[in-house]
């Protein structure tokens, strides 16, 4: 038998349909209440499996303090010093992990192998980056908007500029549930995949959220309220890098960018960055930069998603 009816996955933002709001406001109470010492030990005795493919300073290090933090334990695991580096198949891996812990936290370089498993795994899985989406991100993302932003989502206008990458497409699902209106700008051979866009359309059809796309990084920037980017280089994409970087030359935020957009509008970069290409130093450094409580935000975020799939014991 596979998986377990009812375990709750988080694979993609889209499984966050539901509870995307609420998980927003718990992440923003987890925050005020960990500023005045109280970490929320709210599943104490639970235990993380996090399996890292690739590389991570915020996504390994924030969902290992926030299971610390919820009264739990995290057990950070490399392919290469675990049996999955020498041939045991995912499958068997899942089942086995299943055994010991309540949930597995997963960086994977492809989407099949995310979804083989959480097909096999008893255990909740969260999707830390796939080739596919980052969903744990677009939360700290959102939950950094609504900081800004008392007021809601409702007629604010973000422009992601750059690649239609993972960070896009959480990004397109994100905005579309919680009624955000996105405008991204990507080169015509980097947009989103179409099968994601119709699903961000379908959902931002509820919410009323208006999803756009241009090539023109200037037409996307023009009365923004924020301003986001990420790498022309994702990881896994390096064997690209040269004609990535010319497709994305003129698709970085920098001070004329910046001045299209609305006068009290910020900038958002999920990190890590690489200064000079999609994103200058002056932007980095200054004071539009929104990025360092981004980055922050994902500790709080992860709390939030990881409380809403772990069970109480
Ligand atoms: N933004 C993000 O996921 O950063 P890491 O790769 O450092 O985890
Ligand atoms: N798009 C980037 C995000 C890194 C957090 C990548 O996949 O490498």
Known sequence: MTGRPGKRDLLSVADLEHDLLTVLERAAAMKRARATGDLS?????????????????????????????????????????????RGETIADTARVLSRYVDVIVYRAYRRSDMAELARWATVPVINALDDREHPCQIVADLLTLRERWPSGFKGRRLAYVGDGNNVLNSLLLGSA????????????AY??????????????????????????????????????????????????????????AGFQINDDLVGHARPEAFVLHDLPAHRGQEITDAVMDGPRAAIWDQAENRLHAQKALLELVLRRR
């Open 41 to 85: 030990p709210t599943r104490p005795g639970t235990n993380a499996a996090m399996i890292f493919e690739k590389a991570s300073t915020r996504t390994r290090t924030s969902f290992e303090i926030a299971m610390n933090d919820l009264g739990g334990h995290a057990v950070y695991l490399s392919p290469k010093d675990m049996q999955l580096g």
């Open 191 to 248: 947009r989103p995949p179409s099968d994601l866009v119709a699903t961000a359309q379908r959902l931002a059809q509820a919410s009323g959220a208006r999803l756009t796309f241009t090539e023109d990084p200037r037409a996307a920037a023009r009365d923004a309220d924020a301003l986001y980017t990420d790498v022309w280089v994702s990881m896994g994409d390096e064997a690209e890098k040269e004609e990535r970087e010319r497709a994305f």
């Open 177 to 188: 549930i919680v009624g955000l209106d996105l405008v991204s700008a990507t080169p015509p």
